[in-house]
């Protein structure tokens, strides 16, 4: 499906035919396909709605993008939905309707990007789904490089000709500075120098989805918002220590759960056990 506004296409996908909207943002890369094992999997009691992200999948976005207006657009989609739903049922069995409040899924980046919004504007959400997610702390280097004009310089021509950024890795790799999940997942996004592009294109564009991690806890606790944190035990990317740090500042609202697994948690044994967590959320 498509959503067409005036700053570009937004391309998502319907899981599931579920009486509650459950909006899934992917991570870094990915794509709404991403989430049709979890779709499968809760579809009976969710329709997830699935966008790709701008920069990722069938999107084509050409304006620029906050917190503000990309909650605008997640209405527009859950309105759009409601309204080709209501004209399938033919006056049968109710369909999921546009909500005021969201519950929302976000996987690795795509949570990020939903504790930005929810920073800025918490009395729009009712839940908070949270797996792998990047945001439970400040990482330097992405700040650096994206929230000061010296640093995206810095990173641009990085980007471009990034050998001495490589021999750096090595030898912080060397000197046990960089675990070797991290060296491995970063020259995964910087051997391809398309790839190189991408990820300047990307992080550049979500700049305004800032992290502000202890803000962000604190808010969680205050106003008693439900969140459930999903972390991998040998996830070596989002680790579950800085999870607990984080759940630990946002209170008995937040519900942790640390699974058997890595950072890739939408797959296989992995998403059955996070539907499974979903669902008993759900009930309680």
Same mark, same amino acid.
């Given at each position: 499906?498509?959503?067409?506004?005036?700053?570009?296409?937004?391309?998502y996908?319907?899981?599931?035919?579920?009486p509650?909207f459950l909006?899934?943002?992917h991570?870094?890369?990915?794509?709404?396909?991403?989430?049709?094992?979890l !779709?499968?999997l809760l579809?009976?009691?969710y329709?997830?709605?699935?966008?790709d992200?701008p920069?990722h999948?069938?999107?084509?976005w050409h304006?620029?993008l906050?917190?503000?207006s990309?909650l605008?657009?997640?209405?527009?989609i859950?309105?759009?939905?409601?309204r080709?739903?209501?004209?399938?049922?033919?006056?049968?069995e109710?369909?999921?309707?546009a909500v005021?409040k969201?519950?929302?899924?976000?996987?690795?980046?795509?949570?990020r990007?939903?504790?930005?919004?929810?920073r800025?504007?918490?009395e729009?959400?009712?839940?908070?789904?949270l797996?792998?997610?990047d945001?439970l702390i400040?990482?330097?280097w992405y700040?650096?490089?994206? *929230?000061?004009h010296?640093? @995206?310089g810095?990173?641009r021509?990085?980007m471009?000709n990034p050998?001495?950024?490589?021999?750096?890795? *090595?030898?912080a790799?060397?000197?046990?500075?960089?675990?070797?999940?991290v060296?491995?997942?970063?020259?995964?996004?910087?051997?391809?120098p398309?790839?190189?592009?991408?990820?300047y294109e990307r992080?550049t564009?979500?700049?305004?989805f800032?992290?502000v991690?202890?803000?962000t806890?604190?808010?969680?606790?205050?106003? *008693?918002?439900?969140?459930l944190?999903?972390?991998g035990k040998y996830d070596r990317?989002i680790t579950?220590?800085?999870?607990?740090?984080?759940q630990?500042?946002?209170?008995?609202?937040c519900?942790?759960e640390?699974l058997p697994?890595g950072?890739?948690?939408l797959? !296989?044994?992995?998403?059955e056990?996070i539907?499974?967590s979903?669902? *008993? @959320?759900?009930?309680?």
């Open positions: 499906m498509f959503l067409e506004t005036a700053g570009g296409t937004i391309h996908k319907r899981f599931g035919e579920g509650r909006i899934a943002l991570g870094y890369g990915e794509n709404a396909d991403h989430f049709a094992t !779709g499968s579809g009976w009691e329709s997830l709605l699935c966008p992200l920069l999948g069938q999107t084509n304006s620029a906050d917190p503000s990309f605008d657009l997640i209405d527009q859950c309105q759009q939905e409601a080709t739903q209501g004209n399938e049922t033919d006056g049968k109710k369909q999921p309707a005021k969201l519950t929302v899924l976000g996987y690795s980046m795509g949570a990007l939903w504790l930005s919004a929810y800025q504007h918490p729009k959400f009712e839940q908070l789904i797996v792998a997610p945001g400040v990482n330097p700040w650096f490089a994206t *929230q000061t010296i640093g @995206n810095v990173f021509r990085t471009a050998a001495w950024f490589f021999k750096a890795t *090595q030898w790799k060397k000197i046990k500075l960089l675990n070797e999940s060296f491995k997942f970063t020259h995964r996004f910087l051997d391809d398309r790839q190189r592009q991408e990820l992080w564009f979500f700049r305004s800032r992290s991690p202890s803000e806890a604190q808010l969680v606790k205050n106003r *008693q918002t439900p969140v944190l999903l972390l990317i579950a220590a800085n999870g607990k740090r984080w630990a500042k946002a209170g008995p609202s519900r942790l640390i697994a950072h890739r948690l797959q !296989g044994p992995s998403a056990a539907a499974a979903i669902l *008993q @959320n759900l009930r309680s």
